[in-house]
């Protein structure tokens, strides 16, 4: 099955408050983006962003230029039903990360909670790498979670790679410092734990 179909069928078949990766909130990374004290006119992306509420609690917060990413229709068509008449002041990206054309230095900030670690292909995370850099302006921030070294191998039914903080750093390359990294103990709906690592990183 290929990468859309596989996130198609996910977000087709089950509950958004069922699957491994579901939070509430998204407090580490809000944390996390808060810490790069955006200013409210901030132009954001959250690529993956699935079925997840960051962008409801972006938007609450007063952030008003707001992109979400996702190759799944279905999820992103279950965000927008779920915010109703505020979805329309977000824009809906239906894209493969590795694929996507997306404007040069468009975005002040670059969050990705569990997308970047199903990249198993140094070709994929070559393509994610240069997208990222071409679409965050100089100074820009970015917020990555991935699964931690102690964290599983797979996540909805796909290999993964996990990484510690230094790692991730690696993968970004030069054009990008480390601000600072959190570890993050998930607890999935099942209650298994699952450790994460986030990333803060600067644009240079
Ligand atoms: C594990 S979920 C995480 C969702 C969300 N970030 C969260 O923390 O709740 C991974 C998400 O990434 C999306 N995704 C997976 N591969 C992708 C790709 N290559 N390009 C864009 N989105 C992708 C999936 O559809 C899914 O919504």
């Not at 955006?38 to 917060?61: F, K, Y």
């Not at 230095?105 to 240069?130: K, S």
Request: charged share 25%; aromatic share 8%.
């Amino acid at each position: 099955m290929d990468r859309k179909s596989h996130w198609e069928r996910i977000y087709e078949t089950r509950q958004p408050t069922g699957v491994s990766w579901y939070q509430p909130r998204l407090l580490r990374s809000l944390e996390l983006i808060l810490a790069c004290a955006p200013p409210l006119g901030a132009r954001m992306i959250d690529v993956g962003g699935g079925a997840s509420t960051l962008v409801d609690d972006l938007l609450t917060l007063g952030f008003h230029k707001l992109a979400v990413l996702d190759i799944s229709r279905a999820a992103i068509a279950g965000a927008r039903a779920r915010l109703g008449p505020r979805a329309d002041t977000v824009q809906w990206i239906e894209a493969d990360v590795t694929q996507a054309v997306l404007p040069a230095c468009g975005f002040d900030l670059w969050h990705d909670r569990a997308v970047f670690h199903f990249l198993t292909q140094a070709e994929d995370r070559n393509r994610y790498r240069g997208l990222l850099a071409g679409t965050l302006a100089p100074g820009g921030h970015a917020v990555i979670a991935t699964f931690g070294p102690g964290g599983p191998e797979r996540c909805s039914g796909l290999e993964i790679v996990r990484y510690d903080l230094p790692g991730l750093a690696r993968e970004l390359g030069p054009a990008f410092e480390t601000v600072e990294g959190r570890t993050e103990t998930h607890r999935t709906p099942s209650g298994t734990p699952q450790e994460f690592v986030y990333g803060l990183f600067r644009r240079r």
